[in-house]
C-alpha cells in the first residue's frame, strides 16, 4: 500500500506540473511566472571573493523560454539573455562567470542542443525562431576571449557596476552607483517566462527589436511575455575567502489570469512591472506585487559572530535610466515610513536617519536602504546585540500622507568560518493592501493605519 500511494503522489506532482495553484498577493514558494532575485553581489577584484549563483527551473512537461534582465544596483538594465528549459529542466547560472569572464549560458533546441529527458513533452520542444539562445548579441567581437559577450562589450559592463561611465551601452552615462569603492558589483535579476528569444525587456532600453511585439501587451499575441506559472529557482551566495555560502528560494512572482476579472483586481494598486508603464492599473504583466512592510530577526553577539546583513530590494516607482554621472536620478534616495529595532526584551530605538521624505540630500546614502538593491549591516543600525527589526517600507512624505512601496527582505546570519544561514523576512503588510501601519499610540488605535496613494497616481 505504501509503495502504490507514493507512485500516486508522484504522478499527481507530474501532471500539476503546468498549473500550481496559489493565492495571488501573497509571495509563495510555488511556480511562478517571473522569477527576482532581489540582491546580488559579485567581487570582480577576487576571485576567491563573494559570488552570487542561481538556478532557474521549468515546473512543466512542455519546454520554455525565460528571459534574464540584471539590473544595477540603481535599477538600469545592463544585461539580457535569453535561456531555454526542456521539460523539467534546470540552469544554474554563475554571476561571476557572465560578469568577470562573459561566460552565459549555453542552452537551445538548435546547435548545441539542450539535452531532453524521459518526462519532456518530445512534442514541445520547438522553438523555430530561436537560434543561438545563448548569444544574445551580435557582437563581432565573441569568441575573442571574453565569452559571449566579447572583451569590449564585458570590460564595458564592467566599469557600469563599478559606478564609472559606460563608453559602449550608455554612452556618456552612468548606471549604478559604487559598492565598496567599485570592486563590488551589485544589483538585482529578473526572470520572466516568454512566448520567444528576444531582446526585448521589460522597460525597454533601446535594444528593443522592431518586429516583435512589446514586452507585455493585453491579449497580445505578438507580445513577448506569458501568464502560466511554470518558473521556479533558488539562489546563493558563496564566498570562498569566508569559508561560507548562504542561499534562499527566489521571489516567485505569480502571474494573474488576464481572462480572471476576480484576479486581475487583486492588483488593482499596481502590479510588478507597473514601474514600466504607470498610465494604468495593473499593468500588462498581471504580476502580483510585493511586500511593503517586514519583520526580521538579527543576532549581533557571540551565536553570530559575523553579525547579521538584511538584503533589501525597494521600488522607486520609476522605470530606470542612465543617468549624468556625478549625479543621481530624481527618485534617489527612497525613504521609508518608518523602521524601529527591537532587542528580546521589546525594548526599542530609532535608528538616526531620515524617516520622512524628502530626505536631506546632504548625505543621501545615511538612509536606511536609499538604492533600489541595498545591502545592510545591522551592526551599522542597532545597538542592542539580538532582537528584530520593524521595517515600513512605504514613502512618507508627512504625518499621515503615504506612497505604496512594493520591497523585498531577506536576512542573513553569519558565524564566521563555521556556518551560515539565510532566508525571507516575514511580511507583514503586503502591497495590494491599501493602508500603511505605523506603530505608536494613537488615541484607541495601535498601531495606528493610514490609507496609502498608489505610487502610479491612482
Given at each position: 500500500?505504501?509503495?502504490?500511494i507514493?507512485?500516486?503522489?508522484?504522478?499527481?506532482?507530474?501532471?500539476?506540473?503546468?498549473?500550481?495553484?496559489?493565492?495571488?498577493?501573497?509571495?509563495?514558494?510555488?511556480?511562478?511566472?517571473?522569477?527576482?532575485?532581489?540582491?546580488?553581489?559579485?567581487?570582480?577584484?577576487?576571485?576567491?571573493?563573494?559570488?552570487?549563483?542561481?538556478?532557474?527551473?521549468?515546473?512543466?512537461?512542455?519546454?520554455?523560454?525565460?528571459?534574464v534582465?540584471?539590473?544595477?544596483?540603481?535599477?538600469?538594465?545592463?544585461?539580457?539573455?535569453?535561456?531555454?528549459?526542456?521539460?523539467?529542466?534546470?540552469?544554474?547560472?554563475?554571476?561571476?562567470?557572465?560578469?568577470?569572464?562573459?561566460?552565459?549560458?549555453?542552452?537551445g533546441?538548435?546547435?548545441?542542443?539542450?539535452?531532453?529527458?524521459?518526462?519532456?513533452?518530445?512534442?514541445?520542444?520547438?522553438y523555430?525562431?530561436?537560434?543561438?539562445?545563448?548569444?544574445?548579441?551580435?557582437?563581432?567581437?565573441a569568441?575573442?576571449g571574453c565569452?559571449?559577450?566579447?572583451?569590449?562589450?564585458?570590460?564595458?559592463?564592467?566599469?557600469?557596476?563599478?559606478?564609472?561611465?559606460?563608453?559602449?551601452?550608455?554612452?556618456?552615462?552612468?548606471?549604478?552607483l559604487?559598492?565598496?569603492?567599485g570592486?563590488?558589483?551589485?544589483g538585482?535579476?529578473?526572470?520572466?517566462?516568454?512566448?520567444?528569444?528576444?531582446?526585448?525587456?521589460?522597460?525597454?532600453?533601446?535594444?528593443?527589436?522592431?518586429?516583435?511585439?512589446?514586452?507585455?501587451?493585453?491579449?497580445?499575441?505578438?507580445?513577448m511575455?506569458?501568464?502560466?506559472?511554470?518558473?521556479w529557482?533558488?539562489?546563493?551566495?558563496?564566498?570562498?575567502?569566508?569559508?561560507?555560502?548562504?542561499?534562499?528560494n527566489?521571489?516567485?512572482?505569480?502571474?494573474?489570469?488576464?481572462?480572471?476579472?476576480?484576479?486581475?483586481?487583486?492588483?488593482a494598486?499596481?502590479?510588478?512591472?507597473?514601474?514600466?508603464?504607470?498610465?494604468?492599473?495593473?499593468?500588462?504583466?498581471?504580476?502580483?506585487?510585493l511586500?511593503?512592510?517586514?519583520?526580521?530577526?538579527?543576532f549581533?553577539?557571540a551565536?553570530?559572530?559575523?553579525?547579521t546583513?538584511?538584503?533589501?530590494?525597494?521600488?522607486?516607482?520609476?522605470?530606470?535610466?542612465?543617468?549624468?554621472?556625478?549625479?543621481?536620478?530624481?527618485?534617489?534616495?527612497?525613504?521609508?515610513?518608518?523602521?524601529?529595532?527591537?532587542?528580546?526584551?521589546?525594548?526599542t530605538?530609532?535608528?538616526?536617519?531620515?524617516?520622512?521624505?524628502?530626505?536631506?540630500?546632504?548625505?543621501?546614502?545615511?538612509?536606511f536602504?536609499?538604492?533600489?538593491?541595498?545591502?545592510?549591516?545591522?551592526?551599522?543600525?542597532?545597538?542592542?546585540?539580538?532582537?528584530?527589526?520593524?521595517?515600513?517600507?512605504?514613502?512618507?512624505?508627512?504625518?499621515?500622507?503615504?506612497?505604496?512601496?512594493?520591497?523585498?527582505?531577506?536576512?542573513?546570519?553569519?558565524?564566521?568560518?563555521?556556518?551560515?544561514?539565510?532566508?525571507?523576512?516575514?511580511?507583514?503588510?503586503?502591497?495590494?493592501?491599501?493602508?500603511?501601519?505605523?506603530?505608536?499610540?494613537?488615541g484607541?488605535?495601535?498601531?495606528?493605519?493610514?490609507?496609502?496613494?498608489?505610487?502610479?497616481?491612482?
Amino acid at each position: 500500500m505504501k509503495k502504490l500511494i507514493c507512485c500516486f503522489a508522484v504522478a499527481s506532482l507530474l501532471a500539476l506540473g503546468g498549473s500550481a495553484i496559489a493565492e495571488l498577493c501573497s509571495i509563495e514558494a510555488a511556480p511562478a511566472a517571473t522569477l527576482l532575485l532581489p540582491y546580488f553581489q559579485v567581487d570582480l577584484d577576487n576571485d576567491n571573493g563573494v559570488n552570487t549563483i542561481f538556478t532557474i527551473n521549468n515546473a512543466s512537461a512542455t519546454a520554455a523560454l525565460t528571459h534574464v534582465v540584471v539590473w544595477s544596483n540603481m535599477s538600469v538594465e545592463v544585461l539580457d539573455f535569453n535561456v531555454y528549459l526542456t521539460g523539467y529542466d534546470m540552469q544554474a547560472i554563475s554571476l561571476g562567470l557572465a560578469l568577470k569572464d562573459g561566460l552565459l549560458p549555453i542552452t537551445g533546441n538548435g546547435e548545441p542542443e539542450s539535452p531532453v529527458g524521459p518526462f519532456s513533452d518530445p512534442d514541445g520542444n520547438s522553438y523555430p525562431d530561436c537560434t543561438e539562445l545563448g548569444f544574445p548579441y551580435d557582437n563581432d567581437n565573441a569568441g575573442d576571449g571574453c565569452g559571449e559577450l566579447g572583451c569590449t562589450r564585458l570590460a564595458d559592463l564592467q566599469e557600469i557596476l563599478r559606478g564609472n561611465e559606460s563608453d559602449y551601452i550608455y554612452p556618456g552615462d552612468c548606471a549604478a552607483l559604487a559598492t565598496d569603492g567599485g570592486s563590488i558589483a551589485d544589483g538585482y535579476v529578473t526572470v520572466d517566462l516568454v512566448r520567444d528569444c528576444t531582446l526585448q525587456t521589460p522597460c525597454g532600453d533601446g535594444w528593443a527589436d522592431p518586429d516583435q511585439g512589446p514586452y507585455f501587451g493585453d491579449n497580445d499575441p505578438t507580445a513577448m511575455g506569458l501568464y502560466d506559472n511554470i518558473l521556479w529557482g533558488d539562489y546563493f551566495f558563496v564566498n570562498g575567502g569566508e569559508n561560507f555560502a548562504q542561499g534562499d528560494n527566489l521571489v516567485h512572482i505569480q502571474s494573474a489570469n488576464p481572462d480572471n476579472q476576480a484576479e486581475v483586481a487583486l492588483l488593482a494598486n499596481g502590479s510588478f512591472y507597473n514601474r514600466c508603464d504607470d498610465s494604468f492599473a495593473p499593468y500588462y504583466d498581471y504580476r502580483e506585487s510585493l511586500g511593503t512592510t517586514f519583520a526580521a530577526h538579527y543576532f549581533l553577539n557571540a551565536q553570530f559572530t559575523g553579525g547579521t546583513d538584511l538584503t533589501v530590494w525597494r521600488d522607486s516607482t520609476e522605470d530606470g535610466t542612465p543617468f549624468s554621472c556625478g549625479s543621481t536620478p530624481g527618485w534617489y534616495p527612497i525613504g521609508q515610513a518608518q523602521v524601529v529595532v527591537f532587542d528580546e526584551y521589546e525594548d526599542t530605538e530609532i535608528p538616526d536617519f531620515c524617516q520622512i521624505s524628502p530626505c536631506p540630500p546632504e548625505d543621501p546614502e545615511d538612509k536606511f536602504a536609499p538604492r533600489e538593491a541595498n545591502i545592510i549591516d545591522m551592526a551599522d543600525i542597532a545597538t542592542f546585540e539580538a532582537g528584530w527589526i520593524y521595517m515600513n517600507l512605504n514613502e512618507q512624505f508627512g504625518a499621515g500622507e503615504y506612497e505604496l512601496r512594493q520591497n523585498w527582505v531577506s536576512q542573513y546570519h553569519n558565524a564566521e568560518g563555521r556556518f551560515s544561514v539565510g532566508y525571507s523576512a516575514i511580511v507583514i503588510s503586503d502591497f495590494c493592501e491599501n493602508t500603511s501601519v505605523e506603530l505608536g499610540e494613537s488615541g484607541d488605535e495601535f498601531p495606528e493605519q493610514w490609507p496609502a496613494a498608489s505610487p502610479y497616481g491612482w
